[in-house]
């Protein structure tokens, strides 16, 4: 399974993280029920997911230098699909969404820098089988697809949860390459690392490969990108 091999693989920056409080439907370390149920108003299945305590927040504390932190939060987030990926083929497998939120503070790194590059990789990672990974930042509104703004998150996570097919491909439209394999997901249960790396170094390189080339600008010569784009 990828969780054995994932957690097999020698991790020197393990405790860059440090766990506050393991997934529950209540956490007591950051406010964020009242957030949650503003937020049934912009998402269909939450209301429902909240209801049978589908959604669950797990929450670390940042305690390790950037780049150690972007390689747990990338093993957390693949704890977290492999933890899902069973589970949403079951009754009600399509509400269940859990959240890996953080807390604490990189000197010279925001939590904007911070969570990028894992959910940019989780998301190339994941979406073949159809697991998406979302990203929210603490304090910062998001606007959804139809123009509405939806209320400032009290703390910075990335969901992750089943891919509504019909639905979330028209978000990645500045991707279209992972929109189209979001599309078209499907888990026959495959180890999603088989065939690329689980450093976190090596990762990162190979997603890299999968950034689209910015469009170039009237004034200036395109340029290779070097992060990934803030897509959703």
């Known amino acids: 399974m990828t969780t054995k091999r994932a957690s ?26 009242e957030y949650a149920r503003r ?24 305690e390790g230098d950037a780049e150690a932190v972007q390689a747990e939060l990338f093993h957390a987030g693949v704890q977290a699909a492999e933890w899902l990926r069973p589970l949403l083929s079951r009754p009600h497998g ?17 939590h904007r820098g911070l969570l990028a590059w894992p959910h940019w990789v989780l998301k190339n990672v ?10 929210f930042y603490a304090g910062e509104e998001e606007v959804t697809g139809a123009g509405h703004r939806t209320p400032a998150a009290p703390a910075s996570f990335l969901p992750v949860r ?4 019909r639905r979330d491909p028209r978000f990645l439209h500045a991707t279209p390459d992972l929109a ?12 999603v690392f088989e065939h ?23 004034s200036s010569p395109a340029t290779p990108a070097t992060r990934p784009r803030s897509s959703s």
């Open 162 to 165: 089943a891919a509504v097919r």
């Open 180 to 191: 189209a394999a979001l599309a078209s997901a499907d888990d026959d249960g495959r180890d």
């Open 126 to 135: 994941y979406g073949p089988v159809g697991v998406m990974f979302g990203k």
């Open 39 to 62: 937020m049934t108003a912009h998402c269909p299945y939450l209301a429902p997911s909240l209801g049978r305590g589908l959604t669950t927040w797990t929450v670390y504390r940042a």
């Open 8 to 33: 097999a693989a020698p991790r020197p920056t393990a405790g860059a993280l440090r766990l506050v409080e393991a997934g529950t439907a209540r956490p007591r370390s950051v406010d964020i029920g």
């Open 196 to 218: 690329i790396p689980t450093q976190w170094k090596d990762i990162r390189t190979w997603a890299g490969f999968h950034i689209p080339p910015p469009k170039p600008s009237p």
């Open 94 to 110: 399509l509400l269940r969404c859990e959240n890996i939120v953080l807390v604490g503070e990189v000197p010279g790194t925001g």
